[in-house]
Structures are given as C-alpha cells and as structure tokens.
C-alpha cells in the first residue's frame, strides 16, 4: 500500500514497504526521484537501518556473538504500519521482533515520518531504544534523483555544490567496506561536476564531511536542496551510466577495512541510551532557479 501526501508546489508517494519514499514530482508533475528501472538499480529512497553500507562478512558482534546482517540493514525490506496518513503528512512505523532480534539483538522502534510544506520534503527517522541497554545503531538516508533532472538541462551540466568547501580526502567501498586508503576529493572548492567516470571505483563517500547542506543541478533550470542537520557523513553514488545520482546523508558507514570488534565499537555508529531517542532529518527542497 502506498500513501500520497502534497501541497500545491510538491507531490511525494511512500509504501509501506522499507517506508520508502518512492516517487517526487514537482508541481508540474514531472518526476524528480529514479524510477527503479531494474536494469540498473530497483531502489528509489530506501532507508538504511540499523547500518549503513556493509559489515564485515555480513555478520555484526555483539556481546562475543555474532548476527547476521545483509548490507543497509533490514528497514528497507521490512513492512511498516502506517500509524497516521493526512492530506500533507503521513507517518511509519517498524517495531522490533522475533525475526530483526535474530539479526540485532536490540529492542527498539523505529518512528518515519513526512511532511510536505509548500516546495519542501521534511523525513524524520527517529529510533527509540526500547530495551534495558545501551543500543548502538546508525542510520542513513538512499534518495536517487534523475540525473539528469526533468528541466532541460543536459546530463554533463549537472553538478552537486556543498555548503562549504570540501578538501578532505574521500574513500571507497572495497568489497563493500571503506577503504584504508584515501583519495584526493574530486571537489573543486564547493563544487563536485558529476561524470561517470567518478563512479568507476563505486561510491565517494565523505567521512570527514564539513557541509550539512548539498544543492543538486545545472545552472540553467531548476534544482533540489538536500539538507541533514544531523548526519555527519556522506555517500553520492551511482553506475555508470545510470539515470539517476544517489545523494546520501548517513549517521555512520560500513566497517572500514580490518574492523573485527564489537558492534558497539564500530565506528560511526551512535550509542542510543534506554528510553532514548535520537533523530535524524533530511529535508528535499525544490527550487525554481539553478545552481
């Protein structure tokens, strides 16, 4: 089942499957998110929970047993309830169980909610630790926006643009966990000019991330504004080739190459206190002008 919420200026469809945001028009009702064509990449906006990226053989430690765990975790497949659904705002919810206790051994609930206000898509994930201790997680969001983007502008003018400048090195998957070795930010200042060839090597991921705020476009025709207050981290991604350009906020990554200790050490996770909740927002802005 999906749930479709809008406002005069923006249009957003969510299913209740992984609570993923899987389709974004403009008030023209031209497609801004990919479509999933399989042939490429079946994801539009999946949620990644409770990792980010892949663990090493696919198996967390905790308290000296190991679980399994797939790659981005199991929000994204798992069925939501819906527990709210008005004309501009809708809300989701996973409740830990027998079979998420078997891949993480941690009671929880996992709150996602949207909002639409005039051009602007506000997701909030909140994950509450439901059990008697401390529960390390980390979180991410997976939007993949048409590249190129439905304004007229050709494929090669698109480009991301940082808040600030990014002169840290970046890294990449290796076999799915962040490499030892790091390379020199294809940034130029503020400024990334997406080419296929930046993506030869997989993902870019920015682990020393300065910005909190990334606009996507061309200089000529409309752009789109992704701002993650509370994400440190950061994966663009696509395959070569591709219809679609994957701007990623996350709380965290995969096991960097060599990690072998306890879950609750992994870097770039979050240690959620019993009782506690803690947040994490993305908001999608669609703009009128260009970069």
Known sequence: MNVTISSPRLRAQ?????????????????????????AFWTGRSPLLFPIVGRVRNDHIRVGGTEYGLPKHGFA???????????????????????????????????DVSYRIEDATLTITASVINKGA???????????????????????DAHAVRFEREEAAPVRRPVDGLISRDVEESPVQGRMLRLQDHLFEADALVFDRLESRSVTYGAP??????????????????????AGFICIEPWQGHADPEGFDGEFADKPGNVLIQPSETRSFTMTITVNDAGL
């Open 220 to 241: 000529d025709g409309g752009s789109i504004r992704i701002d993650f207050p509370d994400m440190p981290h950061l994966g663009i991604w696509t395959k070569p080739g």
């Open 76 to 110: 994204r497949t798992a069925l939501f309830a819906i527990r709210e659904a008005d004309p501009s705002e809708c809300r989701f919810s996973l409740v830990s169980g027998e079979t998420t206790l078997g891949q993480y051994p941690f009671r929880f609930a996992l």
């Open 14 to 38: 969510m299913s209740e499957k992984g609570a993923e945001l899987v389709r974004l028009q403009d008030e023209m009702g031209r497609d801004l998110l990919w479509d999933g064509n399989p």
């Open 133 to 155: 201790k401390a529960m390390p997680a980390s979180f991410g969001f997976h939007p993949a926006f048409r590249w190129p983007l439905p304004y007229g502008a050709p494929r």
